[in-house]
């Protein structure tokens, strides 16, 4: 199944986060916070204006990416687990990042 985000909607896919702390102590996956960072996965085409011109998204797919804590909305698509979220809850591109995909514990 293909999913294609309207307006100024993004498709993003959580990165990894490390599971142990600085001190070798390993983190379970029940305690661990879910990462604010991922890897955009789908833009829609943006949003209008007051006078009903496009506004061209920022982002663009394979941009990886910092987003607040309560942004977005977790959404299942294809067995996967991605967030649906506004650009504007987006707070920064992440230059030279790259990481494995975040995998919740089932």
């Given amino acids: 199944?293909?999913?294609r985000?309207?307006?100024?909607?993004?498709?993003?896919r959580r990165l990894?986060?490390?599971q142990k702390t600085s001190g070798g102590i390993i983190i379970p996956d029940t305690v661990q916070e879910k990462p604010q960072e991922g890897e955009v996965i789908s833009v829609g085409?943006?949003?209008?204006?007051?006078h009903g011109k496009r506004i061209v998204p920022e982002?663009?797919?394979?941009?990886?990416?910092?987003?607040?804590?309560?942004?977005?909305?977790?959404?299942?698509?294809?067995g996967e687990e991605l967030m649906v979220m506004k650009e504007?809850?987006?707070?920064g591109v992440?230059?030279?990042r790259t990481a494995k995909?975040?995998?919740k514990a089932a």
């Fill in 1 to 3: 199944m293909k999913f």
């Fill in 5 to 12: 985000p309207l307006g100024d909607r993004v498709v993003v």
């Fill in 16 to 18: 990894a986060e490390e």
């Fill in 45 to 50: 085409p943006g949003a209008r204006d007051e």
């Fill in 59 to 78: 982002v663009k797919t394979g941009d990886f990416v910092l987003f607040g804590k309560w942004s977005g909305s977790e959404v299942k698509i294809g």
């Fill in 88 to 91: 504007s809850d987006i707070m």
């Fill in 94 to 96: 992440l230059d030279g």
């Fill in 101 to 103: 995909p975040f995998k």
